[in-house]
């Protein structure tokens, strides 16, 4: 029983890439965006990314917006 409170993981607190580094989020820069989804083409969690609320939103905007421009797909099947 007191092994299991012994072996406690406390992960590395993830920093938000775009408040550390001067990257601008743009809807034509596609090899920056693709990093963000998933294998299944969809967005990746805040809690899996490491960005900040405020960041969050803005790529999840971002990405909705190449989609619609068509430089992004919605689905693995297109």
Not at 20 to 25: A, F, H, K, L, N
Request: charged content about 35%.
């Amino acid at each position: 029983m007191d092994s299991r409170r012994d072996k406690r993981y406390f992960s590395k607190k993830k920093v938000c890439r775009f408040c550390t580094e001067p990257i601008e989020m743009d809807y034509k820069n596609v090899d920056l965006l693709s990093r963000f989804i998933t294998d299944r083409k969809k967005i990746v969690p805040r809690r899996n990314s490491g960005l900040c609320a405020y960041h969050q939103r803005q790529l999840a905007t971002t990405i909705k917006r190449t989609r619609f421009m068509a430089l992004l797909p919605y689905t693995v099947l297109h």
